[in-house]
């Protein structure tokens, strides 16, 4: 069995750990590759679940012999020939025994067994410095001190062991100095150690008992001695240590009692506990207050910090390490679970950036769902492992990683949301579009102001529906109200913009109904000129006829009593939808200015020359070929032809200057058009005044006076119309003194 050094002398890939692992070797080296065999015997995974025991003795006193046969691990042993020290530095190995006492009793999971260098070794010499720092290495990490002594040196007082356990006091009061319960000498010491005196080659002619008893008395002598550090003058053993003992047949002289005997003490390798405070414990020897807290996938770092702190001298601070490790193992957590994170999270950030790039923002389907389990998983995932290490560091660690977290997705959900916000604007404006445009197609009679309310609510139900399938309980981000009332607002924006299309289509159809109107009320009254004198023209209707000097009052009152009606539509409608005050005075105000351009479009048309040249010569003939009565004159030679003629002729001519001004009779001035038309409403935008024509005398920047505004003909087209009026009449007159002299009529 002799030279089998497995494992590390293999280097960091060796797999095979028959002899365990040596921890700390020849040179006072850590052995970083710990973690690789708590890994491969599955202890790794185990929590707090798992025990350190260490044996500590005298060299050659068959410890290694006893842990082989206890836990059926391998420790090299020394052989019987040669008579040298085997064991070197500290071993450690699994436990490899299910059960004991017969298998009647199963052994507490995941024991870990520390085989220490033996002390007082011949070729260490005197050198008093390895047993110190194993001694600070095992308290440190074990729950369990195996004491390993030859029943004939129980009451030795002066035996190396009694050096080794002074050592291992002054040694144990200095580590857990910090124990604050233990400084106030009122309770038991937080952390605990039991020391299982291992009694070998015990005879039988003494009793355990009194063998337990005379090691007792020496042990308080031993404490008694021992330079207490200040506050802790008072302090007891049992204030740190319980005692358990045992006794072992000679493995030599009785080999079989022996096994028997080791096979009974391995029972006693399970879990315990204490009935009551301060009272003697039932079960094994396991006490959960002896567990050094340590999770078993920070062990390795934890005793590789706690052997360099020892290994150079430096004053081993037990909570520091604790904070030290609990630092390094929470952020390695941290990155272990944050790669299942990214696994879910990563392939929907990248989805949200290539739809961004390429300008077409994306809604993720069940993003809510997906980010709150990764989060979950991965916050959970981080409690149950990082949990078990130092609290403080632990909840630093765990707002981290929950910053962490949160930041990525927060990113995920604010893109979300905008693209939600986005699809949701342009979804919101098309349907409202849209069902306009069916209701226009079906006759017009659909209401803007329903539309736009069942369409809104529809749109924010939705982006609620969204928003709250982002929320997160109790994570106060996933709030998204601002974001809601944001997209809300937009909506009001948009619909506001559609309204206001809305309203332009609206003035559209009021204006065009508007010129209709006009057309033929105003044709009405033109052609109704020069009617009051007989002729054709006059009414059937047996009423006053109209004079013709009135017809700009006629106008006038024709064009207000149509635009006061379309006034009356427009309000009308645009309440309907909801328009506001301000929108609906602008959409009066441009509709009066149309309105005042389609009259005087309409009032050029019928003065278009050609129009009005008619209108001239069916005044003239009017008077002219027919008489009071409105019955046609045959000319005879002696009629007054030319008095008729010049009659006729000069009141039609009289008409001419009527018709070049827009005059009302009573003031013989223009109407008060600026008045009609208002003053620019104070909601008026830019745009509302891009398609006005500007109107003279309203528009005074424009530099038209309303005089030129309200000039119909000018003084050349009326030079103009007279000379061709008069050559008409002139023709008409000597075709009458044609027919007149040749007695032929018409
Ligand atoms: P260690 O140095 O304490 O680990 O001791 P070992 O386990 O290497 O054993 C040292 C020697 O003691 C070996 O030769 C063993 O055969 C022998 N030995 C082991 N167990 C016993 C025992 O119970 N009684 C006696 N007298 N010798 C033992
Ligand atoms: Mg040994």
Known sequence: MNGHFAAVGDGPTAKHYGHGIQVIDEDKAFNTNLNEYLNETDVARAGFNYHLISVFGSQSTGKSTLLNHLFGTEFSVMSETERRQTTKGIWLSKNKKEGANGGDVKMADNILVMDVEGTDGRERGEDQDF???????????????????????????????????????????????????????????????????????????TPLGNLRDTLIQDLARIWSSIAKPQGLENSKIDDYFDFAFAALPHKILQPDKFLAEVDKLGARFTTGHRSTKDQEFSGGVFLPEYHRRIPADGLSLYAGGVWDQIVHNKDLDLPTQQELLAQFRCDEISREVLVGF????????????????????????????????AREKCVRA???????????????????????????????????????????????SDAVTGAVKSGQKAGGSYEF??????????????????????????????????????????????????????????????????????????????????????????????????????????????????????????????????????????????????????????????????????????????????????????????????????????????????????????????????????????????????????????????????????????????????????KMADGVYVEAKRSAIGGITQ
């Not at 949990?387 to 707002?399: E, F, L, M």
């Open 449 to 726: 102001a329903e539309i736009v309310e069942k369409q809104k609510r529809k749109a924010l139900e939705s982006f609620k529906k969204e928003a709250q399938s982002l929320l997160i309980q109790g994570v106060a981000w996933t709030n998204f109200k601002p974001q809601y009332r944001l997209f809300e607002k937009e909506l009001d924006e948009v619909s506001a913009r559609l309204r206001k299309e809305e309203m332009r289509r609206l003035a559209i159809r009021v204006e065009r109904w508007v010129k209709s109107r006009l057309g033929d009320a105003i044709g009405v009254e033109f052609n109704k000129l020069g009617s009051g004198r007989g002729g054709s023209g006059a009414p059937e209707n047996g009423d006053k006829p109209p004079s013709d000097k009135d017809l700009w009052d006629r106008v006038w009152n024709v064009f207000i009593s149509i635009v006061g009606e379309a006034e009356t539509r427009f309000a009308d409608r645009a309440k309907s939808f909801e328009a506001s005050a301000d929108e609906a005075t602008v959409g009066l105000w441009r509709l009066r200015r149309k309105s005042w351009v389609a009259l005087r479009e309409k009032i050029e048309e019928e003065m278009m020359e050609s129009n009005i040249l008619m209108k001239l010569r069916e005044n003239f003939e009017d008077k002219f070929r027919y008489d009071e009565e409105g019955v046609p004159r045959i000319w005879r030679p002696t009629d007054d032809i030319e008095g008729v003629y010049t009659r006729a002729r000069e009141s039609t001519l009289g008409l001419i200057p009527l018709l070049s001004r827009f005059r009302l009779e009573e003031t013989y001035a223009a109407p008060d058009l600026t008045e009609f038309i208002g003053p620019q409403p104070a909601g008026a935008e830019p745009e509302d005044e891009e398609d006005l024509a500007p109107i003279g005398g309203v528009d005074e920047e424009e530099g038209k006076s309303l005089e030129e505004e309200m000039t119909v003909l000018s003084e050349s087209k009326r030079q103009d119309l007279v000379v061709r009026f008069k």
């Open 131 to 205: 047993e110190r720092k194993s001694a600070l290495f095992a308290l440190a990490t074990s729950e369990v001190l195996l004491v390993n002594i030859w029943e004939h040196q129980v009451g030795l007082y002066q035996g190396a062991n009694m050096g080794l356990l002074k050592t291992v006091f002054e040694v144990n009061l200095q580590l857990f100095l910090k124990d604050k319960q233990s400084l106030t000498g009122t309770l038991r010491s937080q952390t605990r150690s039991l020391l299982f005196f291992v009694i070998r080659d015990h005879i039988g002619n």
């Open 342 to 373: 990214d696994s879910v999270i990563v392939p929907l950030e990248e989805m949200q950036t290539e739809a961004t790039r390429l300008g077409k923002p994306m809604v993720l389907a069940d993003l809510g769902a997906s980010g709150a389990v």
């Open 382 to 428: 981080f409690e149950t492992q990082a949990s078990r290490y130092h609290k403080g560091v632990y909840a630093v660690k765990r707002g981290e990683l929950e910053s962490k977290i949160d930041a990525r997705l927060k990113g995920l959900y604010q893109s979300q949301l905008s693209a939600a916000h986005k699809a949701g604007v342009v979804a919101f």
